[in-house]
């Protein structure tokens, strides 16, 4: 088991308490390609901030590769979030100032990883996600779908075992959603990662292997979708939005 | 924490990316190590200027200077006229050993001294080469006079600058002419360049100075004394020298010890404290302001630092979100803020140093400087040393700010 959550409960403060996760009981194996959908407001991006340890939870227990995950120190925290998770965000999260390549090399930068193998390693990723041409080019001159797939390099640069995706397609048209979904596929089925995509489109949850629902800050139907017709997208072709 | 290029690219990059801010910030710093460097060389150089008057002085010199009583004493009327002789200095010195120099020194005014056709009025002197304790020559050429002049009243001189200048307007080594004056040729055998304001019976510079004896022989003034010139050995007060001497020569002269008139005393001590004082208050002056501007600098870098900070939330949440701890985070901004105040004040130092530089050069005559106005090395590391530590101070406070941002306020604030 690697992600094991046993009745977590989250609660912000900020002026009139709101609780958001009620009690959620969650167990995800490695793997995995799953999907975390529900409306806004459900507590999805909480729930995915708590397993990407960006935040903590009030109550309850959360376990990762079998360690309880509480109370961490900050510095505990950056560590697991370097070298286990991988993060990718709707809105990319690239720094603006820095290169792709440089934007890449960022998490072997925290790492601790000499110059040269970090910019060797950036290359490698960049090649693989065709951006080789892209490499000394600022993110406002890319396009979205390249954004993204620089945030995934960067993703994956560290050999994560867990890969979290914040609405990953949110800011992209259906041609290059679909892509970066069969990229995150691609990751899932040849290196094994273990890929937990937030989502509220259905489209994009029915590209995954696993469809879990969350409402109201529990989790409601877990679906298994290995066939990819859970929720057939609006349109007759079946293809995103 | 590791200190490598990749450092200080990052530094760099976010230094660079809003110059105009950068610049702006840095200028607070770079005026404030400006201000007080080139306050502390001004302050140093007002009072190498102030000092000027004083060359060549000693700082604990006295002179003692015989006037009419100002009351009746021992069945003497009041108003009489007495005068020193080369025996009260014998008696001065085997009565008070406090005493380590004492001098007499005896002058005519308003003499025309004479060379061809160049002429200018000028006090004599007759002294002992011993005066030179007092009122230390600054020989441009030949020497000062030697006891050789002393005993065999060889018609030598020692010119004072003013007197050169007039005499000699082509310049040059002047010693083995001659000049004249009250009938007399005197054969110059130095030049005295000091020129301090300060003086005993004229400015050195507006003195000629001939051997004591010859003087004597020369305006008949006997074994009279005009003035007595002392200094007091290290770490005995001038003043409580004088107030002896005065008791000794009244019991010799017959003037009541009580008489405040019958005899001067001048005390360079006093001289010496009042501009010692005045310059304390100015240099604490100096710190005030030069120190209150830098930390005014080191304010505003704090401030803009800040609102730096608050811009980039959502930067800095990213890298904590993929892995920089926070002290990574904390160390990058302390970096940052210590790199802007390193290379402002390095430049504040730099111009401070220039307009020094530019001070003396308009401070030096004749090639020799009056005043120096230039900081020296280790003023120069301290401010260093100051901006360093104001640089992380500046820091600290944007920095707890920066360490407080977690991973997930930087995805809440897009």
Redesign the interface.
């Known amino acids: 088991m690697l992600i094991e959550l046993k009745d977590v409960n989250k609660t912000y403060n900020n002026g009139q308490p709101l609780h958001v996760l009620k009690g959620v009981n969650l167990s995800i194996e490695r793997g995995e390609f799953v999907s975390i959908m529900g409306a806004s407001g459900s507590g999805k ?1 909480t729930l995915l ?1 708590i397993l ?1 340890i ?2 903590n939870y009030d109550s309850g227990e959360y376990f990762l590769n079998g360690k309880l995950i509480k109370g961490l120190s ?2 505990a925290a ?2 697991y ?3 286990t998770i991988g ?1 990718i ?1 709707q ?1 990319f ?6 290169t792709a390549i440089e934007n890449i090399e ?2 072997l ?4 990883t000499n ?1 040269h193998t970090r910019h060797n390693l950036a290359m490698e990723y960049l090649e693989r996600l065709g951006l080789t041409d892209w490499a000394g080019h600022f993110p406002n001159e890319m396009s979205g779908g390249q954004k993204q797939r620089v945030a995934i390099a ?1 993703a994956l640069i ?1 050999h994560p075992q867990i890969i979290l995706a ?1 609405e990953p397609t949110g800011a992209l048209d259906s041609k290059t959603s679909l892509e970066v979904m069969e990229l995150l596929k691609k990751m899932n089925k040849e290196e094994n990662i273990t890929i937990i995509v937030v989502t509220h489109e259905s489209g994009v949850a029915n590209e995954t292997d696993k469809i879990i629902h969350i409402k109201d800050g529990v989790i409601g139907s877990i679906e298994e979708n290995l066939r990819h017709d859970a929720s057939p997208f609006g349109g007759a072709d079946g293809i995103m939005k | 924490m ?1 200190f ?3 450092r200080f690219r990052e530094i760099g ?2 230094l660079t ?1 809003n110059k105009s801010r950068s610049f702006l910030t840095g200028f607070g710093i770079f005026w404030g190590i400006f201000m007080l460097l080139a306050l502390i060389g001004a302050g140093q150089g007002l009072k190498d200027l102030l000092g000027k008057n004083f060359e060549g002085f000693a700082s604990n010199a006295g002179l003692i200077i015989p006037r009419p009583t100002s009351k009746p004493y021992k069945g003497f009327k009041r108003d009489r006229e007495w005068s020193m002789t080369t025996e009260d200095i014998s008696i001065l010195k085997n009565s008070i050993p406090e005493i380590d120099v004492a001098t007499p020194l005896n002058s005519k005014w308003g003499k025309t001294i004479i060379r061809d056709k160049y002429k200018i009025e000028a006090s004599v002197k007759g002294l002992r080469p011993d005066y030179a304790m007092i009122e230390s020559p600054h020989m441009k050429y030949g020497r000062y006079l030697n006891e050789m002049d002393i005993l065999q009243y060889k018609k030598v001189c020692v010119l004072g600058k003013k007197i050169y200048k007039t005499l000699f307007p082509e310049g040059g080594d002047p010693c083995g002419s001659f000049v004249r004056f009250d009938g007399l040729y005197y054969e110059i055998v130095g030049v005295d360049y000091s020129s301090g304001n300060m003086s005993v019976n004229g400015r050195a510079d507006m003195a000629v100075s001939i051997p004591l004896s010859l003087f004597r022989k020369t305006y008949n003034s006997g074994n009279k004394v005009d003035i007595i010139c002392i200094t007091a050995k290290s770490g005995i007060r001038v003043s409580e020298i004088l107030d002896k001497a005065k008791k000794v020569l009244a019991r010799k002269h017959y003037f009541d010890p009580g008489d405040s008139n019958a005899c001067m005393v001048l005390n360079t001590e006093s001289f010496f404290m009042i501009v010692n004082s005045l310059f304390k208050g100015v240099n604490i002056l100096v710190f005030l302001v030069g120190l209150g501007t830098l930390f005014a600098g080191a304010i505003g870098v704090s401030n803009i630092m800040m609102v730096t900070v608050k811009e980039r939330t ?2 800095i ?12 985070i904390l160390s990058q901004i302390v970096s940052e803020s210590i790199v802007l105040t390193m290379i402002a004040g390095a430049i504040g130092i730099v111009f401070s140093v220039a307009i020094l530089a530019m001070a003396e050069l308009a401070a030096t005559t004749d090639g020799m400087l009056t005043a120096h106005f230039q900081i020296g090395f280790w003023t120069a590391i301290v401010a260093v040393l100051i901006l360093t530590a104001l640089g992380v101070l500046a820091g600290m406070a944007p920095a707890a700010r920066a360490m407080k941002i ?3 306020d ?2 809440r604030d ?1």
Do not use: C, W
């Open positions: 991006s901030n990407g960006l935040d900050e510095r950056a560590e979030r370097n070298h993060f965000f809105s999260n690239l720094i603006q100032f820095k960022l998490p930068f925290y790492r601790g110059r960067r560290t914040d | 590791r490598d290029t990749d990059n976010t990316r959502v930067e949440g990213i890298r904590r979100a993929i892995g920089a701890t926070p002290k990574m977690k991973p997930v930087a995805m897009e």
